[in-house]
């Protein structure tokens, strides 16, 4: 079950083109990642998300329903601009912004006191945003954000402007969040975040989407079947199995090789073949690329495409 | 609550919190009162403590008639005009009129020395005085006596009755009118423009601080802009009614505390205006029935009508420029770079007020009062000053139908540069763009 199917979306800016047959998926309860490089459509497309702006074609379902009005509730937004009134207290400010989300004030008054009780910050209540400090703005930030319990929660770059004990507060959070059923959309380009955190992600490069699906398959996908060997001892010798990539030598007698599977070998049979070899293993491992090295391939590879203009 | 109401209860309750509305609320209708309580205090004393001026006659035929008054003591001087000017310079005379034997249909050589520059007043005083008083001497020469010369002085004072269609009499004055059209006008333009200018830093600083992203994924840009406009409606509108409430009570409490009645208002008058080159006496009876005149068209006012038209005007003038302010605000990122686009805003504005002080005031129906009326960016303020003076009816309807269809034109054009602009950051903004915004369907 999808919380959001996006179907064929395109968006033009005057001439400029900032989606482009955009089609996405979003499982619900997983931590899906939105990633691509500065200016690709992300932010576009979470506008369209978030009915800030339209999209010229293509369809947006919640739950299996057109995105409408309503759907403004289910949303939670935290955009990568942080800003707030920065005059107004901090009990009122979320006030406001509940009540704008469709909360009623009762209820409204009692999740605020709950959640600045979860992040120590009850006495806040009174102060103004301009009073505080920016980790204490940022967290406020975040309340106004879930406060109303958004079964979908958008967070645009959500970690910048943290250090790093509010950002492992704030993961914390978002983990705990997904456990009580949100699907949390996270728009970034730090990747060591994605890696660490996300279930899916999909790619976005020069407004088209390039790649989408479970990070641990997408890996899985951008295997090169390589290992990575250290051992002692110097006899390698290849054969139809494996190829020998690069070999680094080490002090101590200490080798490291890289090592490429053949067709239809598996990682047992490479194994298996160096055990009969004149080498001692110290460790073998398969090389996984990163979400990062994934990334910058494809990235890289749009731009060799494309004529430089 | 509606999102609309709820963002018109947040512009509302975050002005009004605010100690600035607290101040300026409460300390206009102090300053007011307390500037005319002044004034009038002051000008009492002053013509209550005002001494005598002595004024030097040389009278060489022997034919004028000075009357002291509280201002002047005349004294006959019997020397020459050297050794009288000797005379003069010693005493602390406030001046020496020297009026020789005269040809009555020629007169000519008539002097006033004095010390320094005297006032304009107190030179036409004379001049008054020495006219009317030749006058009477060729009245006699020609044969009039005495007797019928004191029937022809007369005083009049002119009153003004409207009558409409059906017969009915209603006491008027030009000048009642004329403060009234002043009062009004300057009203609307004043507030339009401050609370028009309040509504683009509102729509300024959103931009800047970024919550505006935040706030249009919960509300429609328009709602937003709508609420925004009506939220500072609301505060001038309150602060507006608090103002009249303060400054009619408070004036009265001042004219109670000075014991203000009319004969000290007509010896206020007399030393403002420095008008007496009538007997005292005179004087009174005329300041008297002028005081009364006014009071009676004071009372006449169609209060109900004129503070119904002003709220019209206010509001929809408001309406219109305070989207326009909107617009402009959202297309930029700072107050600096909204300059540019303001002036074409304050510039009919401006117009209108001019206008309304060189064309509607001295000929309220004239054509291009009968225009400046219509037009709905300069109609609030020049709509205002006419009816103080009196409109037809189709008239007024005619300029508040306009008003009507242009205030949902600026707001709908607003609202179109709007929504695009509160999201735009760091792009330099020109007419054209602008355009382009209004154009696009999003």
């Keep these: 079950m999808h919380i959001l199917t996006a179907k064929n979306l395109n968006k033009t800016f005057h001439q400029n083109v900032a989606l482009h047959n955009v089609d996405l998926e979003i499982p619900k309860q997983s931590i899906f990642g939105l990633l691509g490089p500065n200016g690709a459509g992300k932010s576009t497309f979470i506008r369209i998300v978030n009915q800030i702006i339209n999209a010229d074609s293509g369809q947006i379902q919640i739950n299996g329903e057109d995105l409408a009005a309503k759907h403004i509730g289910t949303i939670g937004y935290l955009p990568e601009e942080r800003g707030l009134y920065k005059k107004m207290k901090v009990g009122d400010q979320l006030l406001y912004l509940a009540q704008l989300k469709g909360l009623p004030k009762k209820e409204a008054v009692q999740k605020i006191k709950s959640w600045l009780e979860r992040f120590e910050a009850s006495d806040w209540l009174n102060k103004k945003i301009e009073d505080l400090s920016k980790g204490m703005q940022q967290k406020v930030q975040f309340i106004s954000t879930v406060m109303h319990e958004p079964e979908l929660i958008i967070l645009d770059e959500p970690f910048s402007g943290f250090d790093p004990i509010n950002a492992n507060l704030i993961k914390d959070e978002i983990l705990r969040l997904r456990e009580k059923g949100s699907t949390i959309i996270f728009s970034t380009h730090r990747m060591e975040s994605v890696e660490e955190m996300c279930d899916y992600i999909a790619l976005i490069n020069k407004s088209e989407k390039i790649l989408d699906g479970e990070k641990s398959k997408i890996k899985n996908d951008f295997k090169s079947n390589q290992f990575t060997l250290v051992h002692r001892g110097n006899g390698i010798s290849t054969n139809e199995t494996f190829n020998l990539e690069s070999k680094v030598t080490f002090g101590e007698g200490l080798h490291k090789s890289t090592l490429k599977l053949l067709s239809g070998a598996s990682s047992n049979q490479l194994l298996q073949e160096l055990l009969n070899q004149k080498v001692d293993i110290v460790s073998f491992q398969e090389d996984i690329p990163s979400i990062n090295d994934i990334f910058i391939q494809l990235v890289k590879g749009d731009k060799q495409n494309t004529p430089t203009s | ?442």
Excluded: C
Excluded at chain 2, 314 to 338: K, M, Q
């Design chain 2, 1 to 442: 609550m509606s999102k609309i109401g709820l963002v018109i209860k947040r512009e509302f309750d975050s002005r009004v919190k605010k100690k600035s509305f607290l101040l300026a609320t409460i300390l206009v209708p102090l300053l007011f009162p307390a500037i005319i309580g002044g004034m009038i205090y002051f000008a009492i004393q002053e013509s209550k403590n005002a001494e005598q001026e002595k004024v030097y006659v040389i009278d060489e035929a022997g034919e004028f008639n000075f009357e002291n008054d509280n201002k002047y003591a005349f004294e006959e001087l019997n020397l020459g005009l050297e050794e009288a000017k000797v005379a003069f310079t010693e005493s602390e005379a406030y001046a020496l009129l020297y009026l020789p034997a005269i040809d009555l249909a020629n007169p000519a050589g008539i002097v006033m020395y004095a010390k320094k520059n005297p006032s304009l007043q107190a030179s036409s005083y004379f001049e008054n005085q020495i006219e009317s008083q030749i006058r009477d001497r060729k009245l006699k020469s020609s044969g009039i006596s005495e007797e019928e010369l004191d029937k022809l002085k007369t005083n009049i004072s002119l009153s003004t009755i409207n009558v409409s269609d059906t017969g009915e009499e209603k006491a008027s004055s030009a000048g009642v009118a004329y403060g009234i059209a002043y009062a009004f006008s300057f009203l609307v333009y004043m507030f339009v423009l401050i609370y028009g200018t309040q509504i683009m830093q509102g729509v300024i600083e959103e931009k800047s601080s970024k919550i505006v992203e935040i706030i249009v994924s919960s509300v429609k840009p328009f709602q937003l802009m709508i609420g925004k406009v009506i939220g500072v409606a609301s505060v001038g509108l309150l602060q507006f009614a608090i103002w009249v409430v303060l400054i009619f009570a408070l004036s009265a409490g001042v004219f109670a505390i000075f014991d203000f009645n009319p004969a000290d208002m007509q010896t206020a008058q007399e030393s403002m205006s420095g008008m007496n080159g009538n007997s005292s006496a005179q004087a009174a009876i005329m300041e008297n029935s002028k005081v009364g005149e006014i009071l009676n068209v004071v009372y006449d006012i169609p209060y109900a009508y004129y503070i119904s038209v002003f709220a019209f005007f206010f509001i929809s003038g408001y309406l219109l420029y305070g989207a326009l302010f909107a617009a402009v605000g959202s297309a930029v990122d700072n107050i600096t770079d909204a300059q540019q686009f303001t002036m074409p805003i304050t510039m009919p504005m401006i117009i209108g007020f001019l206008g309304t002080f060189m064309f509607v005031m001295p000929e309220p129906d004239g054509n291009v009062s009968f225009w400046l009326s219509i037009i709905p960016f300069t109609a609030p303020v020049a709509m205002m000053a006419r009816v103080a003076f009196g409109v037809p009816a189709w008239e007024l309807a005619l300029s508040m139908g306009l008003m009507v269809v242009g205030f949902l034109f600026t707001i709908w054009m607003a609202g179109r540069i709007y929504r695009i602009g509160i999201l735009m950051h760091g792009t330099k903004v020109n007419y054209k763009t602008l355009l382009k915004w209004v154009k696009t369907n999003s």
